[in-house]
């Protein structure tokens, strides 16, 4: 058996003073209060929707009834079920379905194909393209809804599906063309350039290729786009007087309609919210950090 | 960069003329916008030049002034002028307090510090009119509000928080449910935007002797300007569109300029009228945007960036 | 002014599975100039982060001038720090970086003035105290960190790894710069680098760093030219050192170690006796052979493979007694890939170690 020693590292053979556990108690103390801070933030934020999801399970006489206990004591449907057989209740939420998809659809045809124009290639007319994007978004809705009224009850589009798709579309295009544009420009332009060299037209390559690595990016832009439709509330209620979507359908019978039914109503405006964000939350902040971008 | 060739031959080609040159160019980057660009010149051009056209024209067509004074003349309208100002200019400061704060808590990586972010995103997906409906539930006489007063003893009846005799009550709910709907908005921009400036430039101060409120003020907030410059714009102009939120709290008793162009435009029927309103409200928000522009823009340090 | 004493420091990152650091412990003297070199990963940078203050040990102490810092905040250990990265702040001029930490401590406007205006002498700074950092170049932006750094005036300069983002020839000349620099002002200074040149010419002591533990903290010719393991010998210098195995062998009073087949025989000291008949692991530093056409006594034989002529020498790879090793000769010396040489390794030379741990013999020398 070989005997080894490794040359030891030396320190001073001195007093040191005893470890100063002041600052660490001080810095425990602080994370503490760190968590309490985030709970009340947290209470503040989602406790509304905790009651609004009570008030909608509630039966007619919780709701009647005062004080209201905080706590769940009687789940019924009845106050959901009232609202859906509504008169244009189920109609205005398949209206919002199919306007959410038909939008989403519309604008990933329309702004996917510009998105990657921006990604790829280098065009004059491409910064102030991007800068035309962005003041657009910044334009109220307000300012194009009524006008666009007029126009789609000469064109006939008037209370039309269509004619709320495309509004939606088009108040959803710049923020998808950026997001596909960001989302294509984080595809590596080598993979493409690969599969072009490996005998695939250009088109070829971006389907085979490109598609699949955006897939995941685009699946965020539509989901946005079609929570965004789903939402919008001042388009749709100017635009339609019969096949009006949720909100617009909730909106214009606000006045008439009992407690619970808007009730019922703004906790199904809510739970499309809640799958959004929870499906959403990791693209969340590369979705807007490209948009400001 | 791959630089396609359709932008070497300037802009592209009229349709049916051909460049002069042996292999045909297809001008692809422009085939791809066409799409988008139409969309958006019939939709967004179209809509406004057609408004600006409405807001001035009387129902034969001739140029008139008739429509502007009519709006100037109904105090209503001059109550939705001031409670949209007064609204954004309350909302906007706390949202951006509030959101910084979150956004602190955040970076502070506190535990379950993914589960607190889900929970304060989710009133980003949140229409305002839900979200005037959801605080309705809270604020409403017989509400949610109400019953913790009374179960607490602190009021007999609870407080008629929406009564339209009450109309600082009425502005603080509304208050209320904007801040809580549209501060998420804020929060993920501010926290993309921390999450972008190198931790070197905090540890960096740190060792240098700052305390976290010297750091916040001399290294964090300048870097995040150019977010909030950007945040700050959208959510002023967003805020002067809150509407359903009041509607949904309010009813009519909360004037508030979008709110307005509603009511003319599908209760009253007049479109002009409406339009003049709308114009009111892009005539703000680019007003907003001008002042915005100009306050934050950034010092002289060519490019600004690292 | 102060020492730094560091006892048992021992750190795992949340989610890690294997330390950081691994129960460190290691003084630095009061004006002393201390380099921690190691590959990354080696734990040297988290341990100058709990020096500073900005990682918090698991256990383990640090003191500071006398006084326990280990979990006091970074800004309450009066240190100064120049990071990688520079990090200096973009949105404000270099005047305003070069004072900002004397700033945060509430110094008057004139005294901080009169300091910024040292520092950017010393730096040659002083035609850029009014631009932003945006318009300089890397070099200068690294100055404006070492200014800002040296202003302050702590009692422990901290270093991470400054010199890595430069290019070749501003990292030389930038070197000599901070050594001097550093000697007229005197400041304990801990410095992190995985450029064992770099180590090796500014430190007064080099502490060589691998899998969080400290495995050799020497002088630099002592770490140098005698490694306590085969892993310090193989990362300092260039070439590293070469590395031979064999078996002591030998008769009556010489010790010798044996190559293997070819025979070759090197001769080993005599205080290894006890370990005839053991296998072994020998050191040498490539520009510690002699080298040459002619057979000379005691000279064993090499085999050319490749000849590499480096400007101020040439380094001639090969075969020795089966094994290869690198061996450096004077730049006129001339080979060619198939060439019979002669190297004689002086028993001076060799460098012993254990074949299992790598760890250097002891009594060996």
């Known amino acids: 058996m070989t005997t080894v020693a490794s040359r030891p590292i030396r320190v001073a053979d001195v007093e040191l003073p005893p470890v100063d556990t002041a600052p660490l108690r001080r810095l425990r103390r602080r994370r503490a209060l760190l968590q309490v801070a985030c709970i009340a933030v947290t209470l503040f934020m989602g406790f509304p ?100 009224a007029q126009v789609f009850l000469t064109a006939g589009l008037y209370d039309s599906v269509l004619a709320v798709v495309l509004v939606h579309a088009a108040l959803s295009l710049p923020t998808t063309i950026l997001i596909t544009a960001s989302v294509f420009v984080s595809v590596p332009r080598d993979v493409e350039e690969a599969a072009q060299l490996f005998g695939c037209t250009r088109f070829e390559a971006f389907r085979r290729v490109v598609v699949p690595m955006a897939l995941p990016g685009i699946a965020a832009a539509a989901i946005f786009t079609f929570v965004l439709s789903w939402n919008e509330v001042l388009a749709a209620a100017v635009l339609t007087l019969n096949n009006r979507t949720l909100p617009a359908q909730v909106l214009t019978s606000l006045s008439d309609s009992p407690l619970a039914f808007r009730f019922a109503g703004g906790f199904a405006l809510v739970v499309p919210a809640l799958l959004f964000i929870l499906l959403m939350r990791r693209y969340l902040l590369n979705m807007w950090g490209s948009t400001i971008r | 960069m791959s630089t396609d060739v359709g932008q070497a031959s300037g802009p592209a080609p009229a349709a049916g003329a051909r460049p002069p040159r042996a292999r045909r160019q297809l001008p692809v980057p422009y085939l791809l916008l066409v799409p988008s660009a139409v969309f958006m010149a019939l939709l967004f051009g179209w809509p406004l030049l057609s408004g600006i056209m409405e807001a001035f024209q009387n129902p034969r067509g001739g140029f008139t002034l008739a429509n502007w004074e009519r709006m100037a003349g109904e105090p209503r309208f001059w109550e939705a002028v001031r409670n949209t100002l007064l609204l954004t200019a309350v909302v906007i400061p706390i949202q951006f307090v509030f959101a910084l704060a979150m956004a602190l808590l955040l970076h502070a990586k506190p535990k379950f510090a993914g589960f607190y972010f889900y929970v304060w995103a989710v009133p980003l997906a949140i229409s305002d009119l839900a979200a005037g409906l959801v605080w309705l539930s809270v604020f409403t006489d017989l509400g949610y509000l109400n019953s913790v007063l009374v179960n607490l003893g602190l009021a007999e009846h609870g407080v008629s928080w929406l009564n339209y005799q009450n109309p600082t009550s009425l502005f603080l709910t509304v208050v209320v449910a904007e801040v809580w709907r549209a501060t998420s908005l804020v929060l993920i921009i501010v926290v993309a935007g921390m999450q972008v400036i190198p931790k070197d430039y905090d540890e960096a101060a740190q060792v240098l002797g700052a305390t976290f409120w010297q750091r916040l003020w001399h290294v964090t907030l300048p870097l995040l300007r150019p977010s909030l410059q950007v945040a700050l714009i959208l959510r002023t102009i967003l805020a002067f569109e809150a509407f359903a939120v009041a509607q949904a709290l309010t009813g009519r008793n909360f004037p508030l300029l979008v709110g307005e162009t509603y009511e003319w435009s599908v209760n009253l029927q007049n479109r002009a009228v409406a339009s003049a309103v709308a114009l009111v409200v892009l005539g703000m928000s680019m007003v907003v945007a001008v002042i915005y522009l100009r306050a934050l823009r950034q010092p002289d340090s060519v490019g600004g960036a690292r | 002014m102060a020492e730094v004493r560091l006892r048992n420091l021992v750190k795992t990152y949340p989610g890690g599975t294997t330390r950081a650091t691994d129960d460190v412990s290691l003084d630095v003297e009061d004006g002393e100039f201390m380099v921690l070199l190691g590959p990354s990963g080696c734990g040297k940078t988290t341990l100058l982060r709990m020096v500073a203050g900005l990682d918090l040990p698991d256990s383990g102490q640090v003191v500071i001038g006398g006084r326990d810092v280990t979990y006091l905040p970074p800004r309450d250990r009066n240190l100064s720090m120049v990071f990688q990265s520079y990090a200096v702040f973009p949105h404000k001029r270099v005047r305003a970086n070069i004072g900002f930490g004397l700033q945060m401590r509430g110094m008057s406007r004139d005294k901080i003035a009169e300091k910024v205006r040292w520092a950017a002498e010393l730096l040659q700074l002083q035609p850029y105290l009014d631009r932003y950092p945006a318009q300089l170049s890397g070099g200068q932006r690294q100055r404006v960190a070492v200014a800002r750094a040296i202003v302050m005036d702590a009692d422990v300069l901290l270093m991470d790894e400054p010199l890595s983002n430069l290019d070749a020839l501003l990292r030389l000349s930038f070197r000599a710069e901070l050594k001097r620099l550093v000697g007229e002002i005197g400041t304990t ?119 590499e002529p480096l400007g101020s020498a040439v ?49 060996a020398s």
């Not at chain 1, 929707?49 to 019924?76: E, W």
């Not at chain 1, 057989?85 to 329309?110: K, R």
């Not at chain 3, 890939?337 to 741990?357: A, F, M, N, Q, V």
């Open chain 1, 49 to 148: 929707v905790y009651l609004i999801t009570l008030a909608a399970f509630s039966s007619r006489q919780t709701l009647n009834a005062f004080p209201k206990s905080l706590l769940p004591s009687a789940i019924s449907t009845e106050t959901l079920n009232a609202f859906l057989s509504s008169t244009g209740v189920l109609p205005a939420f398949l209206n919002s379905v199919a306007i959410g998809i038909g939008t989403l659809a519309l604008a990933l045809l329309i702004g996917a194909p510009a998105g990657y124009a921006i990604a790829r290639f280098v065009f004059r007319g491409r910064e102030s393209y991007q800068l035309l994007l962005l003041m657009t978004r910044a334009l109220p809705i307000v300012v194009l809804s009524i006008p666009l």
């Open chain 3, 189 to 307: 200074t801990l410095y992190v680098t995985h450029d064992q040149v770099e180590a090796l010419s500014l430190g007064d002591r080099v502490a060589v760093m691998r899998e969080g533990v400290i495995v050799q903290c020497d002088d630099p010719i002592t770490v140098y030219d005698v490694p306590a393991s085969e892993f310090v010998g193989g990362f300092l210098g260039s070439p590293p050192m070469n590395f031979l195995s064999g078996t002591l062998a030998g008769t009556n009073g010489t010790v010798e170690l044996d190559l293997g087949p070819e025979g070759t025989r090197l001769p080993a000291p005599a205080s290894l006796a006890t370990f005839r008949g053991k296998p072994v692991r020998a050191g040498i530093r490539a520009e510690t052979i002699g080298v040459s056409h002619e057979q000379r006594p005691d000279a064993v034989r090499f085999v050319v493979e490749v000849f």
């Open chain 3, 315 to 363: 380094l001639i790879t090969g075969d020795l007694g089966g094994q290869r090793i690198k061996v450096q000769a004077p730049a006129s010396f001339r080979a060619e890939p198939g060439d019979e040489l002669w190297l004689s390794l002086e028993c001076d030379s060799l460098r012993w170690y254990d074949p299992d741990s790598g760890v250097a013999l002891v009594g």
